[in-house]
Structures are given as structure tokens and as C-alpha cells.
């Protein structure tokens, strides 16, 4: 049986970023992956700026900081000035107005008075060249790139695409993930349950993990424990760039789904991984199409998806750190635990002031979905029996973000 690390690089193997295709600028690409190198049409700023409400001043004028100059015109942010700055001259200049030619420094508006006659009386230290002065192409230079691809785009780096023009890029696609859910004892719900069904949790909850991963899911539905509609629905899916499938993956009379998959001419790489909930997960490909079949169970289904399938989501949508991500935590309290395999277990995750803290939470097992609205995070587990003290370092696998 394999290893989960090893059931990840056979996964990750077959993972391949998706074809970059152009697309308008939107905030519905954010997070997505950036294609291409963006370069800078102009240089920003555009022109040597004040930082600061003042007087722009020649700093040869002001070898002691205190003099009175002639006020010789006033420029505010969008306009142009029309005089150059000559010797014993002032230019009234506003927070992002351009500073006009000869001027090389800015005194804020707080060290100075008005004088008689259009004259300002300056008091203050003596101002060195560049003083309260953003310079030409301080920020960014024409032809400079600064945009990288492989760039995630932030709210940050939409406010950069719109400085140097750009109206469209060209991004990696979010993959299109179809979940099917299989099973004659689930029903969705809105429907009520008779008395050997339970309503389907699998489904939404693998959409919502989906999304958050980056992907966007597609939902088939449930199929039932029915060779023929299995086949048809698996059809169906395979035209995704992902498979996810729940439950029918275990060893039982109706667990279908291994059988239909390889007679449709899917590749298995893995049926079976030595971990804790989750062992009996699936993993082939289908021509491109990665294919995950996820037990029944919702907790073994939510880190089956976690471990295996949002790495594989991240890296087909360009992200160079695939994950899972894990941290280094220290327990909050005392915690025993016996496991024959692998486990990943229910925990808070917090930050605190000297780092990560972890809080087990109480879990009875692989359908105890509920837990999990108190957890955030897996404590791994290694196979053997555990006394672990409070204060006790463990590592964790983080499932909320990927800082």
C-alpha cells in the first residue's frame, strides 16, 4: 500500500498546468495565475512628483533651511506648471502635482508662513536634494517588467495591470472540476430521508472545497449503485478536467466504481493509500482528465480531497506551491491517541504570540462530519500509540489558507 507522500507525487506527476487562454481584466480572475510577463508602457510616475502639500524650492536657495522666496505660481495634482523654478523662487505645490523644472525639493506646507507681496517665509532644516520627492520611474521604468508569469493576482496586481494599460492578460483557466456522488442510500437535500437513507452532504461540501481550491465545479448528482448509470454519469464527467467521485470506491458488493472506471479506459496509478480516514481513496487519469474516486465517509471525503485533489486543482490552475500545507503548532492541551495508520486528525489552529497553537477537537470517527464545523486544520498522526503532553510540537496541515 502506498504511502500518502508517494500517492501525491503520483499525483502531482500527472498534473499539468492547464493551457493559458487571453481574457478581459475582471475581479472574477482573482487568484488566478498570471501567463505572461507584463511590461510597463510608461514611466510611473510619469514626471518627478511632490509627496507632499508645500512649496517646491531650489535647495541651493536654502543653505541655513530659513529664507523668503517669491511665490511665482501654484500647481495642484493634474496640472502642468508653466514657469520654471529660477533663483530665489517658490512654486505652491500640491500632494501629486509634477514639480517644475530647476526645483529639486519640497518643503512641507507646516514649515512655512505666508510673507508680504506673493512671498513665503520658509523655516525649517536645511532641504537636501529629493526631499519629500518621488522621481521619475521610481516606481516602474517603460519596458521594465513588473508582472512576472506565475504571478498570483492580488487586488494589487489589478491596480498595476490598470496603471500600465492593460485591458486584458493572459491567465492559466480554473480548472472545471464535475463531482458525481454515487450510492441508493443518499438522497439530496432537499428531499426527506426514508428510513435506511441519509441525506447527501458529500456534494455540497465537495463543490464549496472545490471553489476554494480554485477550481469550479461542476455538479452531476448522485448516481445510483447501477453499473449502467454509473458508466453513463462517469461518461459525462470525464469531460472535466477533474473527476471527483463519492463513495463505491471501498471493497463492498456495490462498490462499483473502480470496475466502470478502468472498463471506460481509465489508467488506475493507486487504490488505496496507508493513511487514516481515507484508505480506500482512488486516483487514475482518463486521457487528460484526472480522475479521484473519494470514499463514502465525509470526513474521510473532505481529506481525501484536501491530501490529493486540491494539490492537483492548484497545479493544474498554475500555482508553482501545489500543497497541502503544513505548519509546525504546539498542542494546547494533553492528548493520547492509538492508531494503526497514518491519521490526520480534527484540531484548531491558531496563532498565537509565539506561534502556532493546535487544540484537538472531539471526533469519533471517519462520518463524524459535524467535528469538523469546529476544526480547521488535521494534527498528523503517525502510525503507533501517543501520549503527547501539552506543549508537545506537532506538524498540521492547514485547509483554510496557503500562506
Not at 502506498?2 to 487571453?22: D, W, Y
Not at 541651493?60 to 522666496?69: F, Q, S, V, Y
Not at 521610481?138 to 485591458?167: D, H, N
Not at 463519492?246 to 481509465?266: F, H, N, T
Request: proline share 8%; net charge neutral.
Amino acid at each position: 500500500m502506498l504511502s500518502v507522500s508517494e500517492a501525491q507525487s503520483l499525483v502531482l506527476a500527472k498534473a499539468r498546468a492547464l493551457s493559458a487562454v487571453p481574457a478581459p481584466i475582471s475581479h472574477e480572475l482573482l487568484g488566478q495565475v498570471l501567463a505572461e510577463d507584463v511590461v510597463s508602457d510608461i514611466d510611473m510616475p510619469p514626471f518627478d512628483k511632490s509627496l507632499m502639500d508645500g512649496f517646491a524650492v531650489r535647495s541651493a536657495d536654502l543653505p541655513e533651511g530659513k529664507a523668503t522666496l517669491a511665490v511665482n505660481e501654484e500647481v495642484t495634482a493634474g496640472l502642468t506648471p508653466k514657469l520654471p523654478l529660477m533663483p530665489g523662487q517658490a512654486t505652491k505645490i500640491m500632494t501629486g502635482a509634477p514639480l517644475p523644472a530647476g526645483a529639486d525639493a519640497v518643503v512641507m506646507i507646516e514649515r512655512t508662513r505666508p510673507g508680504t507681496n506673493g512671498r513665503v517665509e520658509i523655516d525649517d532644516k536645511p532641504p537636501r536634494p529629493g526631499q519629500n520627492v518621488m522621481s521619475r520611474g521610481r516606481e516602474m521604468r517603460k519596458g521594465e517588467v513588473v508582472l512576472s508569469a506565475g504571478t498570483v493576482l492580488r487586488p494589487q496586481e489589478f491596480g498595476v495591470l490598470a496603471t500600465v494599460g492593460r485591458t486584458t492578460m493572459t491567465v492559466v483557466p480554473r480548472p472545471r472540476v464535475a463531482i458525481l456522488c454515487t450510492g441508493d442510500e443518499i438522497v439530496d437535500a432537499q428531499e426527506k430521508p426514508e428510513s435506511s437513507q441519509i441525506r447527501n452532504g458529500n456534494g455540497p461540501m465537495l463543490q464549496a472545497q472545490v471553489t476554494r481550491a480554485g477550481g469550479i465545479p461542476r455538479y452531476l448528482g448522485i448516481a445510483r449503485d447501477r453499473a449502467e448509470e454509473l458508466r453513463t454519469r462517469i461518461k459525462e464527467g470525464l469531460q472535466s478536467d477533474l473527476l471527483v467521485l463519492s463513495g463505491g470506491v471501498s471493497a463492498g458488493k456495490l462498490d462499483l466504481v473502480p470496475g466502470v472506471l478502468q472498463e471506460l479506459g481509465v489508467q488506475v496509478h493507486f487504490h488505496k493509500v496507508e493513511m487514516k480516514p481515507g484508505k480506500p481513496v482512488f486516483f487514475g487519469t482518463w486521457d487528460q482528465t484526472l480522475v479521484f474516486g473519494l470514499p463514502g465517509n465525509p470526513v474521510s471525503a473532505l481529506v481525501c480531497f484536501e491530501l490529493f485533489v486540491r494539490p492537483a486543482i492548484r497545479r493544474l490552475a498554475g500555482h508553482a506551491r501545489s500543497g497541502p500545507f503544513f505548519v509546525e503548532a504546539s498542542l494546547t492541551e494533553n492528548f493520547a491517541y492509538k492508531t494503526d495508520r497514518p491519521t490526520y486528525y480534527p484540531a484548531w489552529l491558531a496563532w498565537e504570540e509565539k506561534g502556532y497553537h493546535a487544540r484537538p477537537v472531539p471526533w469519533f470517527g471517519s462520518p463524524d462530519l459535524r467535528a469538523l464545523t469546529r476544526a480547521n486544520a488535521f494534527i498528523f498522526i503517525a502510525a503507533g500509540e501517543h501520549r503527547l503532553p501539552s506543549g508537545q510540537l506537532v506538524s498540521v496541515m492547514k485547509t483554510e489558507d496557503e500562506s
